[in-house]
């Protein structure tokens, strides 16, 4: 039977169903044949973070789990694959325009390999999410491979028929009392085995398994070659620690996060069970967050403007010690910080709906841009930005006391850009 790669909207299911076969329905649920529910569900329940991707749910009266607003993949080890995507407005039924927009979100976080992510293979979103991670990673290894994989003096200990190195007598006595023509020693050795070239190889041996692109793996096979006389990692955690990443070795840094991804997991790191073969899965209002902050720092009409992202501070409240500074509490930390605080943004992955009460805007999120408004002194107006959504919403401008305004914008994930009021309507 050949692997199914399936694609789920955020807050659609995953259930248990007597199929033979992964079936997507119309309504955009999965049904999965017994086998495999019980392996998603064994992920669910071994490990405490998989539970904030799903929830327990009933459909059609059978079991079920409902993703939440984390989007990525799930990918079992028969190859079979479910692709989460995010929920945008009018792209329901475009999955290659959901998967575009979430690797345009994937390129603003920092610190991850998603940053180099080129225009071309931005677009070639026919391919499933799998290949693609695993296509951006073989490029990080081509590029690796033409810098020059770097090399090290491994320590070695061999009874040898020569004196190489330092001999140790005591291991030599023991080993050697009857075998006089042998010694027993110690030496360095200039070689390319080293752990973060074994970890480079593990990798592509663990993704020349569970890839099914042939371009993929004939690449992987390439490279294989070339990483023959390198030894394979056993212990990944262990191997990670012992990691050097210095001046010589920058060129690796790119190629060991994505080792660290499909290895460990970028999420919520190795998981417990053997259930499911590999699991990638985003935050969506962490990739809401990023998304719209890179937007702030290239807009034109911010231009003039001084743009900080995730500006921490100042604290809720203070501990007042004797004899000591004020020891702050509970540290406030709003998305995006324009001009020292004279506007104060926050964002939230929520879409907003005129039938739920106040369009759905929590008490909690007024509560918090309220604790903004009277930390930054001198600010002139707090900003609630949530993705455009698909049913009827309009802006809404609160005031708090002092004449604080409070705006509530929308942000068009699929044009990049903030709508105006009418736009939305």
């Known amino acids: 039977m050949k ?9 659609k299911a995953i259930y248990r169903s007597d199929v033979k076969e992964p079936k997507k329905e119309e309504n955009g649920n ?4 017994p086998k495999l529910f019980e392996a998603l569900e064994n992920f669910y329940f071994a490990n405490a973070d998989a539970q904030h991707f799903f929830q327990p749910a009933k459909v059609h ?4 789990l409902r993703a939440k607003n984390y989007v990525g993949l799930v990918q079992f080890h028969d190859g079979t694959t479910i692709e989460i995507l995010p929920k945008i407005a009018d792209l329901e039924n475009d999955i290659e325009g959901a998967r575009e927009i979430l690797l345009r979100m994937l390129r603003t976080l920092k ?3 998603f940053r180099h992510l080129d225009k071309a293979r931005l677009k070639a979103t026919r391919l499933p999410l799998f290949e693609i991670f695993v296509s951006m990673f073989l490029e990080a290894v081509a590029d690796l491979v033409r810098r020059g994989i770097k090399s090290d003096y491994i320590s070695r200990e061999e009874n040898l028929k020569y004196l190489k190195g330092k001999l140790k007598i005591g291991e030599h006595l023991k080993r050697n009392f009857i075998h006089k023509e042998r010694f027993y020693v110690a030496y360095d050795e200039f070689l390319s085995d080293r752990v ?4 480079i190889k593990t990798t592509l041996q663990t993704l020349y398994k569970r890839s099914r692109s042939s371009v993929n793996q004939q690449r992987i096979r390439e490279f294989l070659f070339v ?10 955690r262990s191997d990670f620690k012992k990691v050097k990443l210095d001046r010589q070795m920058a ?12 290895l460990l997991g970028q999420s919520f790191g190795p998981y417990r069970g053997r259930d499911v073969a590999f699991a990638l899965l985003f935050d969506m209002n962490r990739l809401f967050e990023s998304y719209v902050g890179a937007w702030f720092k290239v807009a034109k009409e911010y231009t003039d403007r001084k743009i900080v992202l995730q500006h921490g501070i100042h604290h809720l409240v203070y501990l007042e010690k004797k004899g000591r500074e004020k020891d702050g509490k509970f540290r406030l930390k709003p998305d995006i910080v324009i001009d020292g605080g004279d506007i104060v943004a926050d964002t939230k992955w929520k879409l907003l709906d005129e039938e739920n009460k106040n369009q759905g805007v929590s008490q909690g999120d007024m509560y918090q841009l309220f604790a903004y408004g009277k930390k930054y002194e001198g600010c002139k107006e707090l900003l609630l930005i949530y ?3 698909h049913t009827k919403v309009e802006e809404m401008r609160y005031f708090f006391q002092d004449d604080l305004p409070l705006s509530v914008r929308f942000f068009d994930v699929k044009e990049n850009r903030l709508c105006d009021g009418d736009e939305i309507l």
């Open 3 to 11: 692997p199914s790669n399936l694609n789920l909207v955020e807050y």
């Open 61 to 64: 009266g059978k079991k079920a």
């Open 227 to 236: 990483f023959d006389d390198i030894g394979t990692s056993h212990d990944h």
């Open 387 to 389: 993705p455009k959504s």
């Open 196 to 199: 973060e070239n074994r970890l």
């Open 30 to 33: 999965i049904a999965l044949p």
């Open 111 to 113: 610190k991850s390999p």
């Open 251 to 262: 060129h690796y840094e790119q190629v060991l996060a994505w080792c660290r991804i499909f």
